[in-house]
């Protein structure tokens, strides 16, 4: 990438350049290593952790080089690709390989209590009030995300929902369409894209919407927001009703089954992975991508590439039977647990909260969120601006560092953005206004050992049932019957106990 960007190159080495020229004036003329350095190197204590890669390459090893001189440590990170990365997870959790701390998505962690409970990981919230910037993480977040009462991660901070649509806008102007405004138009755009030869090249090869095999950040669990569909629970006078017992449930399930009877969306949906959805869209092969507003950059970068010509627009308000809505999650989308496997004593995990207490302070808070002043981004009157022509150069050598950030949505010391590059300042824009109309699980803060233990198992009968629906593999009367065998299997016993917690805690 950084050959493509002959404009940066001299910004780029000289930045490289003063981090090296740091790290040799620390080591010692020549850069040769005397025995004082050696014991320094030997005295660090080694971080090892595993985090996702949401991007094509991992940060630029000078970049980390200089993470491990500013916190005196040895990091030892894996990178694993976020399409594998909870197979991955489990895999390590079962082998006893945990890494020292291990990033859990927040779909993750709620399969991971019962090896919470069992004393797989450290409990941290005693030590944090002994960091400088831990002690000041956000109280309701980390009680959102504990076990029984007690704390054991640090999170990853995140907005209430990134949901909404990414729609290709050439396509729109091509087809003399407006944005979609209500489901039904958004159902009409979908349409013209697949039957209306929306790239102009003469042939029907494009479909409306490109999905993934997943009914929480794919398409679905949006689309049923926009059908009124509660999230995950709602209450029902004095009962806990689950989403999939609602009629917009089914009325989502309808929506999606005519989608795909129709041939408006890729026809191996239920098995494609992220990574093939997005080409899909990067290649134009589809023109409607339904997720996180903030993926909008990247695609469209990654597009241009193939088609200067490509160009994207963002909805977040789409009209449903119940106005404007959207599905939430709590604050964090990910915590850090950390391993007794791995972190033998007490001194050893003060040392690994003491890393990412340090990533807190400006200096590297700054380098992780942005890069490399003058090179990734520039500073003007205190305020960032990252300008439109490094968003690539970002997106190579810097943005995996977000999955290593703790709270930093909120941290102080991360420098506010005066002006990004144009899709990334409309999405966060249109991510603050998903906040006037956040639907919110009623049970986020409610806890259920048999959900803990079971919810792997559960949540197959019914991820299975819905895709088997909308393939027309089953009927209604079917789908119903997959919700009896969920109830047996333990799914009425999650209500019963998310009842009695619910409404004692109500009380």
């Known amino acids: ?260 009877d129709e041939k408006f969306i890729n026809r191996d949906f239920a098995v494609t992975s992220k990574e093939v959805q997005r080409d899909k869209i990067i290649r134009g092969a589809a023109g409607v991508y339904i997720g996180s507003m903030t993926d909008v950059q990247r695609l469209s970068d990654e597009a241009k590439a193939l088609n200067p010509n490509a160009k994207f627009t963002l909805v977040n308000r789409i009209e449903g039977p119940s106005g404007y809505r959207v599905w939430s999650i709590p604050n964090y989308s990910a915590l850090y647990l950390f391993s007794k496997k791995a972190i033998k004593t007490e001194e050893e995990l003060k040392a690994i909260l003491a890393f990412f207490d340090r990533t807190m302070d400006k200096d590297l808070a700054n380098l992780m969120h942005y890069g490399v002043q003058d090179v990734h981004y520039k500073l003007e009157n205190g305020e960032v601006l990252l300008p439109e022509e490094t968003s690539q150069l970002r997106a190579t050598e810097i943005n995996a560092f977000y999955a290593l950030m703790i709270a930093d949505m909120s941290n102080p010391n991360v420098l506010k953005v005066a002006k990004s590059s144009k899709l990334t300042e409309i999405a966060e824009q249109l991510v603050r206004d998903n906040e006037k109309f956040v639907v919110r699980d009623p049970m986020v803060s409610v806890e259920s050992k048999t ?32 919700i009896e065998r969920w109830k047996r299997n333990g799914g009425q016993q999650v209500i019963d106990e998310y009842e009695e917690a619910y409404f004692k805690q109500s009380k």
């Open 1 to 260: 990438m950084l050959e493509r960007a002959l404009p940066r190159q001299a910004a780029y080495r000289s930045g490289i350049i003063m981090l090296l020229a740091i790290v040799m004036l620390i080591g010692g003329c020549g850069g040769k290593t005397g025995p004082a350095e050696n014991r320094d190197q030997e005295d660090r204590p080694v971080v090892s952790i595993m985090a996702p890669l949401h991007f094509p390459h991992v940060p630029k090893r000078e970049l980390i080089g200089e993470i491990e001189r500013l916190t005196h440590t040895k990091l030892e990170i894996e990178w694993v690709a976020d399409g594998i990365y909870t197979d991955k997870m489990n895999t390590a959790l079962t082998t006893n390989s945990m890494k020292k701390a291990t990033y859990v998505k927040y779909t993750d962690y709620l399969l991971l209590k019962s090896a919470v409970r069992s004393g797989s990981f450290w409990e941290i919230g005693p030590y944090l009030e002994q960091y400088p910037n831990l002690k000041h993480l956000d109280k309701e977040i980390l009680m959102q995300s504990a076990v029984d009462g007690k704390v054991y991660g640090l999170y990853t901070e995140r907005p209430s929902s990134r949901q909404g649509v990414i729609i290709r806008e050439d396509w729109l102007e091509k087809l003399n369409m407006q944005k979609p405004r209500t489901l039904q138009e958004l159902y009409e755009v979908m349409r013209r894209f697949t039957y209306d030869d929306p790239d102009g090249n003469g042939k029907q090869d494009t479909v409306g919407l490109s999905d993934r095999n997943d009914l929480v950040f794919g398409a679905f669990k949006t689309l049923s927001s926009y059908f009124g569909a509660p999230n995950n629970w709602t209450i029902s006078g004095n009962r806990v009703v689950p989403e999939f017992e609602t009629k917009a449930y089914m009325d989502t399930m309808n929506f999606v089954k005519k989608l795909y």
């Open 451 to 482: 959900y803990d233990e079971k919810s792997i198992e559960l949540y197959k009968i019914i991820s299975d049932a819905t895709y088997n629906y909308i393939l027309g593999h089953l009927n209604e009367a079917g789908f119903r019957q997959e």
